[in-house]
């Protein structure tokens, strides 16, 4: 007989027991224990069908080919840019994929990218050895110029961004802000000095209460509050 | 002689009063309190993350690198001094043996999870308490972890098995003291940690096994709310 013991969208910790009998499947972040399914994660727990799930709550961010990140120029090297990605790996930019334009030989690299710059750039691989290649070749990968960078958990990106976008262009049209989202948890802002603080709370406020239900209608709120304008959720 | 009531009225199955936190040091990746009668431990987790120096980088996968502390204050008799001892960096070894069997860091190469332990004051059973810190700040930090870790030191004051002996249980003079600590791995029904400084008898090291599993279960359930604690106001119950 199996039963689900935990309960579905409800935080779960390491090795509590989720469901017990051979009817159901472990994913992500669980893992089967005799006839138990045991959670390997501090998360949420996902119910899909007969496959459990552990959605994690908080921890470092882990490079996936295709994220598009916010990175930083640390070091330059003989051909090519050393960047980091807000994890616990850097990541390489070679001469080829930083610029669109020619680069000639024994030019100097940080007339493009000097270190300490920051990019929205697109990760191409990533090796068994966690070693990244980066391209600034694409729509909308750049250089960024002023503005501000800030550091949110990557756990709450997709809740920075929120359905379809509709968080952070509600953001955007409020505060009259430039903002990009990196995969990474890196957020770029860009606009008045006054409303870049805005949005940088606004985000700050959403990475703190995430969890709690509500949480469009209390940003909304918030945002109505902090500007003195009413927001229309509509306007992309 | 016999030792008929504990020196400071327990129980003898009975742990110290015990209060746990998640999530006190904001700049930490994972961090945790864990507090047992005077005993207090703070646990912080940082990483996964960049490994210098390089030759403890490890190709096939992440490392994990604890550090025990006791603060200038934190005994009851002398100033402890600042910096590693022998006695700490032992400490630090079982502590990163009772963690590791429950951690997956194979998806880490060359990178190091970095546990900071540290005691602002002490009462006995420190290493049990800074154990259950860890593996609160490590399940915290979102790393992947089999099992919660929960520790506790048995033992035998002159004739009695005990729980979780205090420091003027340690120090008992009328008669032999044992002292047992251990992690336990709570659902995988594991040990990860076993030592023993005195003397007892092949039989109650069994009764005191017996025991200490049954203490650490209850430090597993301080544990377990402790992290659900942390999110105390629920999930948000639509995805995005």
């Given amino acids: 007989m199996s039963e689900i013991i935990a309960k579905e969208k409800e935080v779960v910790v390491?090795?509590?027991?989720?469901?017990?009998?051979?009817?159901?499947?472990?994913?992500?972040?669980?893992?089967?224990?005799?006839?138990?399914?045991?959670?390997?994660?501090?998360?949420?727990?996902?119910?899909?069908?007969?496959?459990?799930?552990?959605?994690?709550?908080?921890?470092?961010?882990?490079?996936?080919?295709?994220?598009?990140?916010?990175?930083?120029?640390?070091?330059?090297?003989?051909?090519?840019?050393?960047?980091?990605?807000?994890?616990?790996?850097?990541?390489?930019?070679?001469?080829?994929?930083?610029?669109?334009?020619?680069?000639?030989?024994?030019?100097?690299?940080?007339?493009?990218?000097?270190?300490?710059?920051?990019?929205?750039?697109?990760?191409?691989?990533?090796?068994?050895?966690?070693?990244?290649?980066i391209t600034m070749k694409g729509p909308g990968l750049r250089k960024l110029k002023g503005g501000r960078a800030i550091y949110v958990n990557t756990n709450k990106v997709p809740r920075v961004i929120g359905k379809g976008g509709s968080m952070v262009s509600m953001i955007k049209n409020c505060t009259g802000c430039q903002i990009t989202v990196g995969q990474n948890g890196v957020i770029w802002v860009q606009g008045e000095p006054k409303n870049e603080i805005i949005a940088v709370d606004t985000i700050k406020k959403i990475e703190a209460e995430s969890h709690i239900p509500g949480l469009t209608e209390k940003i909304k709120q918030h945002l109505e509050k902090v500007t003195g304008k009413k927001v229309n959720q509509n306007v992309v | 002689m016999s030792y008929k009531k504990r020196l400071d009225g327990r129980d003898f199955e009975e742990p110290r009063p015990m209060e746990a936190k998640v999530g006190i040091i904001p700049r930490a990746d994972g961090s945790a309190m864990f507090k047992i009668g005077d005993t207090i431990a703070y646990a912080a987790v940082y990483g996964p993350r960049n490994l210098h120096p390089r030759f403890l980088q490890d190709p096939t996968k992440g490392i994990l690198r604890v550090n025990y502390n006791m603060m200038p204050f934190s005994g009851s008799g002398d100033r402890v001094r600042p910096g590693g001892s022998r006695r700490s960096k032992e400490i630090a070894l079982v502590t990163e043996k009772a963690l590791l069997p429950v951690l997956d860091l194979s998806d880490f190469p060359n990178a190091v999870v970095d546990v900071f332990i540290e005691f602002p004051q002490t009462d006995a059973g420190s290493r049990c308490a800074g154990i259950s810190a860890a593996a609160m700040a490590l399940a915290d930090a979102g790393l992947a972890m089999k099992d919660l870790v929960s520790a506790v030191a048995v033992g035998k004051v002159d004739d009695r098995i005990v729980a979780d002996l205090c420091y003027a249980e340690e120090a008992y003079e009328d008669g032999d003291v044992a002292d047992i600590p251990m992690a336990y791995l709570p659902t995988l029904d594991r040990f990860t940690l076993l030592q023993m400084d005195g003397v007892v008898a092949k039989d109650d090291i069994s009764k005191g096994l017996e025991l200490g599993r049954k203490v650490c279960r209850q430090i597993a359930e301080v544990q377990k709310a402790a992290l659900k604690n942390k999110y105390g106001a629920g999930v948000e119950k639509n995805d995005s």
């Fill in chain 1, 14 to 133: 390491p090795g509590e027991i989720l469901a017990t009998g051979m009817d159901y499947l472990p994913s992500n972040g669980t893992y089967r224990h005799g006839d138990n399914i045991v959670s390997s994660m501090l998360g949420v727990l996902r119910v899909d069908g007969k496959v459990l799930k552990t959605m994690p709550l908080s921890g470092a961010y882990l490079p996936m080919k295709g994220d598009t990140i916010i990175a930083q120029v640390t070091e330059i090297l003989i051909s090519g840019w050393r960047v980091d990605t807000n994890s616990a790996y850097s990541a390489v930019l070679s001469l080829k994929d930083g610029s669109s334009s020619y680069i000639p030989h024994g030019a100097d690299l940080s007339q493009y990218f000097g270190i300490g710059d920051y990019m929205i750039t697109k990760i191409v691989n990533v090796t068994s050895q966690n070693l990244i290649d």
